[in-house]
């Protein structure tokens, strides 16, 4: 090999084979590395996948577990405390001689027994979802409202039926945050007003619902991470909502989620 | 005898494919489908080095072999990677594209009687763009399945890589080989040493391929 063409040929072919080369040697490195990251990525995002189904299992358990808490307690205080009374009135009655008194205690037991079939009825619909099949989502959320009406506190209500954009299951799931959240406010606000806001459009749907009770410092509270909000939390992960909680110590408590429809 | 530095590399290159047959006769017994199709492929490669060394010795022209061996290397390669990936279409086509391929060997190598010195690139090409397609779906099915922890335990891993190094940097020489072989004969010792080197590369990766399946 001498020539000037011949030369030229040659570096020509060797740069053309070197480049050859150097191409498959760069997918074979890229293949490798990038392989290796994505890989890499994924496990790291299976286990986050993982940790969160553990957290909503565990979730799940404890939201169970906290109904079961409420439905003994609801049995306790309320059914026990009432029949054990007219159980106490019965018994005075056999020995009462005076017809007057046996009627007053008859009457009595008679009134408290109503009592207990009203109280039986509200566990039941606090229970079963029966009440939204029954009274439709938005009458649902008005009976649960208007028994807070009912105990003293002033309502302030606004409830665009969501029924035509949300599925039942939705629905459900919606009435059970609304649930929590409105037992929160009884057990632990010691609020006066509610003010209770449900409006939607075609792609949105948006719920606030805010109190004038004692609040409390998000940072430092534990309530802000209680099992009652875990609940809360795992449902509107459930729903694909966002949440966004403000309170701070006697300014109430303001709770609004967003979501999707 | 003499032998220059270019015929000592080129004479040579029996050495990796000895050692890749090695590895695979160790391997063959436990080894699924697919590595025993390429410890086939292994010796087979070693029976015709074999032989074209037993032709080169005594001074006779072993070209004839060139043909029988890249038509089995073409089988054997369509149907490993036909059971690697794991595709209808490739399990369907790989008969089809064995029949086409002798064909075209045929073709050519019937169609050029006479000439002792002439080696059928059309066949070689044809084969090394087929292989690198190969490679490269077996590189797309491991992005898209994300199975594999550790790419270097992976046997098909080295071979692919071997196979399309290979491919690709002979590609250029298959093309003109038969062009350079009457343009200058210096040139062509020259690409059969990049030839044979590239061949070291290809047997290593096999041998290697073998190991790592022996450790998994």
Redesign the interface.
């Known amino acids: ?1 001498g020539r000037p063409g ?1 030369i030229e ?2 570096q020509l ?2 740069g ?2 070197g480049i ?2 150097m ?3 760069a ?2 490195i890229f ?2 590395l ?3 990251k ?2 890499f990525q ?2 790291r995002l299976h286990q986050m996948e993982m940790v969160h189904q553990k957290k909503i299992l565990e979730s799940i358990v404890a939201s169970q577990e906290n109904e079961r808490e409420r439905i003994a307690r609801d049995l306790h205080d309320e059914i026990g405390a009432s029949l054990s009374a007219v159980r106490l009135f019965v018994s005075q009655i056999q020995y009462e001689k005076s017809p007057e008194e046996m009627k007053g205690l008859a009457a009595r037991s008679g009134q408290i027994i109503g009592d207990v079939v009203k109280d039986v009825r509200q566990i039941a619909h606090n229970l079963s979802p029966v009440i939204i099949e029954n009274f439709g989502f938005a009458g649902a959320v008005k009976i649960l409202l208007n028994r807070m009406e009912d105990a003293g506190m002033d309502i302030h209500c606004t409830i665009d039926d969501p029924a035509e954009v949300l599925s039942s299951y939705q629905q459900l799931v919606l009435y059970r945050i609304i649930q929590e959240v409105i037992g929160n406010v009884v057990k632990h606000a010691e609020a006066s007003e509610i003010t209770f806001d449900l409006h939607h459009g075609d792609s949105r749907l948006s719920l606030l619902m805010s109190d004038n009770g004692k609040g409390f410092d998000m940072f430092s509270s534990p309530k802000s991470a209680g099992m009652g909000m875990s609940t809360i939390r795992t449902r509107i992960d459930l729903l694909g909502a966002k949440l966004e909680l403000s309170s701070a110590p006697g300014e109430g408590t303001r709770f609004k989620i967003e979501m999707p429809v | 005898m003499h032998y220059s530095r270019e015929q000592l590399i080129v004479l040579f290159t029996y050495l990796p494919v000895l050692v890749a047959a090695g590895m695979a006769l160790v391997r063959y017994g436990k080894a699924d489908r697919p590595v025993k199709l390429l410890c086939w492929l292994i010796f087979f490669a070693l029976l015709i080095e074999s032989i074209s060394r037993i032709f080169w010795f005594f001074k006779v022209s072993n070209l004839f072999l060139w043909p029988i061996y890249i038509t089995v290397e073409f089988a054997l390669l369509t149907w490993t990677y036909s059971l690697v990936l794991n595709q209808t279409w490739l399990v369907t086509l790989r008969g089809w594209m064995l029949g086409a391929f002798t064909a075209i060997v045929l073709v050519r190598e019937l169609g050029q009687p006479g000439q002792s010195v002439w080696i059928d690139n059309a066949g070689r090409s044809i084969e090394s763009v087929v292989v690198i397609f190969l490679a490269l779906a077996y590189f797309y099915k491991v992005f898209q399945e994300l199975k594999v922890q550790n790419l270097l335990l992976e046997p098909f891993f080295w071979v692919s890589a071997g196979l399309l190094l290979f491919f690709s940097g002979n590609f250029l020489i298959f093309i003109f080989m038969n062009f350079i072989l009457l343009y200058s004969k210096n040139l062509n010792d020259q690409i059969w040493v990049i030839h044979a080197l590239m061949n070291y590369m290809l047997y290593i990766t096999y041998a290697i391929a073998l190991w790592v399946g022996l450790e998994k």
């Open positions: 090999m011949e040929f040659a072919l060797f053309g084979i050859m080369v191409m498959a040697l997918i074979v293949v490798l990038y392989q290796r994505l890989h994924q496990s």
